[in-house]
């Protein structure tokens, strides 16, 4: 049997391949499949010339590469003044059946051989029938600020803050309309001339359902001597109308992990910097820079607009979109949250995303696989939620999403070892040796070694708590 190396090395020892110039010949093909596969993918292709003793072979293959794809068109080289004698076709399938002589092919020609045919058929160029029509792309103007508008709201953590006057933290809630909080400092120049725009434009902007907090990082810096008094007398003097606060420094660093999770980099914290955050709680807009307040409401009356439109703004360039950005997945910023150390924000998170999964599972027109891939992430959400709130003492807590989790995946070793240890924490030591067995029979039949030693460590565990017989 030849293939492609064969059919090389066979070429190479044709003296009728080594003339030069412009008087060789050449003939392609492509294959269209009617019994086989459509693009005849596998199919080999033989080519007699008079007056040579075996055939020219090439293969038809989908990509015998790393990352590749190979040309559906088969191409011979045939050298100066060929004759062919014949044009022979082994379709896929392996059966005597599929062997095809086709006939009628003339050298320096390309043709469409079709299975069944028994004869070649010129090949012609189709036209394109979609023009793509020449614009001229607007380029946005340079600057140093910057101004993102999200296509989706991100549900932001808990962040507290305090007052001008009173170090007590209390936490920012947005209730009835949206929230701009917007960072700034007493020596820094743009920040108070925003400040006095806002103030300015006071009407405007309660008009349009928004309100704002401005929090100092006085005496947050270290590279500046001031402090909340500097810049409580600066608010004083320009009659500020709107709320006031300090930043506190782990509010500072859960924007800067938000800016990051978004823009997958975590720029260096400068101000005045700004955050939009709509009624429902979620960040829609990050300010860089000074604000213009009628960038700030064109970007409140977007936020009626439906997804596509929200989509469409959110990028600087005009296009169209392949495929709709969606929204951050809670379970994805839930696991970001707790490598930072933020385990009350991953557990809120995970709460979410338990929602968010229960809802997709009850909608309509969903398939069994894309029912079992929604039951596999929430079982795995609610695993994760169950040991974060085991480890933060609320046992009770991860008794229950571990039981929800049980429920979804019952053959599950891990849940069922999760579950009997947080039953253990709760001193239910015959539920915790009850519900180790289950993973242990489980770990066993999926010949888990590590989970058995593991499960196994449990039961002792559990049987010396309770002085139950080895």
């Known amino acids: 049997m030849l293939n492609q190396t064969d059919s090389k090395a066979s070429t190479r020892s044709n003296p009728s391949l080594k003339t030069t110039g412009t008087t060789n010949k050449f003939l392609a093909f492509k294959l269209r499949g009617t019994t086989c596969n459509r693009d005849a993918i596998g199919a080999r292709v033989h080519l007699r010339l008079k007056g040579e003793t075996t055939d020219r072979v090439q293969t038809l293959y989908a990509g015998d590469g790393f990352l590749s794809q190979s040309s559906k068109w ?4 045939l050298g100066a003044d060929p004759q062919i004698e014949r044009v022979t076709v082994r379709w896929p399938g392996g059966r005597t059946e599929d062997r095809e002589q086709f006939s009628g092919a003339q050298p320096g020609k390309r043709y469409l051989l079709v299975q069944g045919s028994g004869r070649v058929t010129d ?19 340079g600057t140093l600020n910057a101004h993102v508008f999200l296509a989706a709201p991100l549900t932001l953590p808990t962040l507290r803050y305090a007052l001008l006057d009173d170090e007590a933290p209390r936490e920012i809630k947005v209730q009835t309309s949206a929230l701009l909080v917007n ?8 920040c108070v001339a925003e400040l006095k725009s806002f103030t300015a434009r006071e009407r405007e902007l309660r008009q349009a359902g928004l309100d704002v907090l401005a929090l100092t990082v006085d ?3 270290r590279d500046h001597k001031t402090t909340p008094t500097d810049a409580k007398r600066i608010v004083k003097q320009i009659k500020f109308p709107f709320q ?12 800067m992990l938000v800016q990051e999770l978004l823009l997958d980099r975590r720029p260096s914290f400068g101000v005045p910097l700004s955050f939009l955050v709509d009624d429902e709680g979620g960040l829609v807009a990050i300010y860089r820079g000074p604000i213009r307040v009628d960038t700030l409401l064109r970007d409140m009356a977007n936020l009626s607009d439906a997804p596509a439109e929200r989509s ?11 495929q709709q950005p969606r929204e951050a997945s809670l379970g994805w910023v839930a696991g970001k949250f707790a490598e930072a150390g933020y385990a009350k924000d991953a557990q809120r998170y ?8 229960r809802g997709l599972r009850h909608r309509t027109g969903l398939n069994e696989q894309q029912k079992t891939r929604i039951d596999t992430t929430l079982a795995g959400t609610l695993l994760r939620l169950g040991k974060l709130l085991q480890e933060a003492g609320s046992s009770e807590d991860a008794i229950r999403y571990l039981r929800d989790a049980v429920r979804i995946r019952p053959d599950n ?3 069922l070892q999760s579950l009997a240890a947080a039953y253990a924490s709760v001193g239910r030591y015959g539920k915790a040796s009850e519900t180790a067995r289950k993973a242990l029979s489980m770990a066993r039949a999926q010949r888990n070694v590590q989970s058995i030693r593991e499960i196994r460590s449990q039961l002792q565990e559990y049987r010396e708590a309770t002085d139950e017989p080895q």
Do not use: Y
């Open 312 to 322: 469409t703004k959110s990028v600087p360039l005009e296009g169209r979109w392949i």
């Open 123 to 141: 090949w012609k160029k189709t036209r394109r029938k979609t023009e793509v029509a020449p614009s001229t792309q607007k380029l946005p103007d």
């Open 413 to 415: 070793a891990t849940i």
């Open 244 to 255: 006031t606060g300090a930043a506190m420094t782990e509010m500072l660093d859960k924007f």
């Open 183 to 190: 960072f700034w400092a007493s020596w820094c120049l743009p």
């Open 74 to 77: 088969i191409h011979f080289g």
């Open 219 to 221: 005496g947050v810096n």
């Open 350 to 357: 995970l709460v979410l995303s338990v929602g968010q999964l």
